[in-house]
Nanobody, 121 residues
Framework: QVQLVESGGGLVQAGGSLRLSCAASGSIFSIAVMGWYRQAPGKQRELVALSSSGGASNYADSVKGRFIISRDNAKNTVSLQMNSLKSEDTAVYYC???????????????WGQGTQVTVSS
């Protein structure tokens, strides 16, 4: 099993910044992907940003130029620096990872418990 522990959510005014962090632990042989999704009230969960093991990153169009994802492969952590926050960024943010727990094992998806980000206008 793999556990994801998130931190860094909270309340911020529009235009402000927040930094989310997530640490993966447990039965980890290799991590293919780490990143973030979010879900606003009444909406479906959506991709925010992902970072692959090869170093590539991709972002939702709505956050490009404002959010930066960073990953520490040695520590199995991923962070999301969120700048110029808008009210529409308000959501529960979920850490996400794709992990293989053993050599030759299957990759599996794991989710964090979610952390609330609220941007007041």
């Amino acid at each position: 099993q793999v556990q994801l522990v998130e931190s860094g959510g909270g309340l911020v005014q529009a235009g402000g910044s927040l930094r989310l962090s997530c640490a993966a632990s447990g039965s980890i042989f290799s991590i293919a992907v780490m990143g973030w999704y979010r879900q606003a009230p009444g909406k479906q969960r959506e991709l925010v940003a992902l970072s692959s093991s090869g170093g590539a990153s991709n972002y939702a169009d709505s956050v490009k130029g404002r959010f930066i994802i960073s990953r520490d492969n040695a520590k199995n952590t991923v962070s999301l620096q969120m700048n110029s926050l808008k009210s529409e960024d308000t959501a529960v943010y979920y850490c996400y990872t794709v992990v293989r727990s053993s050599i030759g094992g299957q990759y599996r998806n794991y989710w964090g418990q979610g952390t609330q980000v609220t941007v007041s206008s």
